[in-house]
């Protein structure tokens, strides 16, 4: 292996980043599905978490076209 220990562990860490992220995303989506529009607060939830993801996912593919 010629990458350094510290790379590594970046890189292990950015793994995790996105598979908690993805997990939680999946989360909300279920929220949403099973509310089905009866329980105000589940229902604030899930928007919530579409608008986090929304703006989320525009700001990771506007770093990605700065590099």
Not at 2 to 29: M, P, W
Not at 52 to 59: C, F, L
């Amino acid at each position: 292996m010629n990458r350094s220990i510290s790379k590594q562990l970046g890189e292990l860490f950015a793994h995790f980043q996105n598979l908690t992220d993805t997990f939680v995303q999946a989360l909300i989506k279920r929220i949403e599905e099973n509310s089905g529009g009866k329980n105000t607060f589940l229902k604030s939830i899930s928007s919530f978490g579409n608008a986090y993801w929304k703006k989320y996912n525009e700001i990771k593919k506007s770093e990605k076209t700065d590099q």
